[in-house]
């Protein structure tokens, strides 16, 4: 339990004539701020998008494009492979299946 200091009362206090206890004035509790007053205004996420896409224009003009004969080269290249490993996974699939169909049988 905790007791309450005595003192003597000042004149004008409102603690009263007895002068048991303190008067204690409480602070009024800050409030706290919204969520959305911490987010950025919306024209500065506007004006960042603008930025953004300026400069990766920018940066698309400095790619060298490859013309049409390289296109169709580095395509055929990739089909070719494509097709010779589908070709190497297939035979390894059918020997194995072969060996795991005699070993059951």
């Known amino acids: 339990m905790k007791k309450n200091k005595t003192t003597k009362a000042k004149a004008g206090s409102k603690e009263g004539a007895t002068g ?3 008067v204690i004035k409480l602070k009024a509790a800050k409030q ?3 969520w959305t007053s911490k987010l950025p205004p ?3 996420y506007w004006n960042h998008s603008i930025q953004f896409v300026k400069e990766a224009w920018q940066e698309l003009k400095k790619v060298s494009w ?4 390289e296109t169709l080269g580095g395509t055929g290249v990739v089909l070719i492979l494509v097709i010779l490993i589908a070709v190497f996974w297939g035979l390894v699939y059918f020997g194995l299946s072969r060996l ?3 070993i059951i049988h």
């Open 20 to 22: 048991k206890g303190q």
């Open 32 to 34: 706290k701020a919204p």
């Open 42 to 44: 919306v024209r500065q």
């Open 66 to 69: 490859p013309n049409r004969r």
């Open 100 to 102: 795991v169909k005699t």
